[in-house]
């Protein structure tokens, strides 16, 4: 399709538990970005993949956060033991080739209680 | 660090005006810019682009400027409406991780 598939809209984990976000790509799109935005003027880059290799992770902390593309499989963001500071709307983008623009999703809220 | 960010947080202008956004750059080596509006509860919206060979690009309504001499980057949108109501984002790509600066909440006002 020609749209950014990002599920789910909402997600609410206590503090502590492991968050699961996915994202189907543009069929066609070869790179994937992660982002995200927890004041409304504010991204933050996180990770970004050419197909399904890591291009970019210099935005990801680390300890918590892992990501994947996998063929023929949504990508994803895990965040294990989740904290009250990853509260935020996480969204994905992809584009056809690097150096052009990306057509966002409508972005994953979360919610850590 | 490098970063990309715009000179002011919002912007109100009157219904039929013409709307100025703006942006700066830091990083020199920047070859490709990219202007996107968000709306509220959704994803940023791709609005137009430019690349470092050019100094200006027009589409409807909306004329992106780039000047590299001082690293700037201009939204200018036309005759501006309601529905031009959101919040604006430059964005630097090229390099695999597409940075975003703060954006400017742009109110028209009736």
């Known amino acids: 399709g020609e749209e950014v598939a990002q599920t789910p809209k909402h997600l609410v984990r206590g503090e502590g538990q492991k968050a699961k976000l996915y994202c189907a790509p543009i069929?066609?799109?070869?790179?994937v970005f992660w982002y995200q935005q927890v004041l409304k003027n504010e991204f933050k880059f996180l990770i970004s993949f050419q197909n399904e290799n890591v291009f970019d992770e210099t935005g990801m902390p680390k300890e918590r956060f892992s990501a994947k593309c996998l063929p023929n499989s949504p990508c994803s963001l895990e965040i294990q033991a989740t904290k009250l500071e990853d509260s935020a709307v996480y969204f994905c983008a992809s584009s056809q080739w690097q150096g052009r623009w990306a057509t966002f999703g409508s972005g994953t809220r979360l919610t850590v209680v | 660090g490098e970063s990309v960010g715009l000179h002011l947080p919002t912007l109100s202008v009157q219904e039929g005006d013409n709307s100025i956004i703006n942006c700066a750059y830091s990083n020199s080596a920047s070859d490709y810019f990219i202007w996107y509006k968000q709306e509220s509860g959704k994803g940023p919206q791709f609005i137009i682009d430019?690349?470092?060979?050019?100094d200006k690009r027009q589409g409807q309504r909306v004329t992106v400027l780039l000047n590299k001499t001082v690293k700037h980057l201009s939204l200018q949108i036309a005759a501006t409406q309601p529905g031009d109501s959101a919040v604006y984002f430059c964005a630097e790509n090229g390099r695999g991780d597409m940075r975003f600066g703060a954006g400017t909440r742009l109110t028209v006002k009736p």
């Open positions: 430019i690349r470092s060979n050019m």
């Open positions: 069929k066609g799109h070869s790179y």
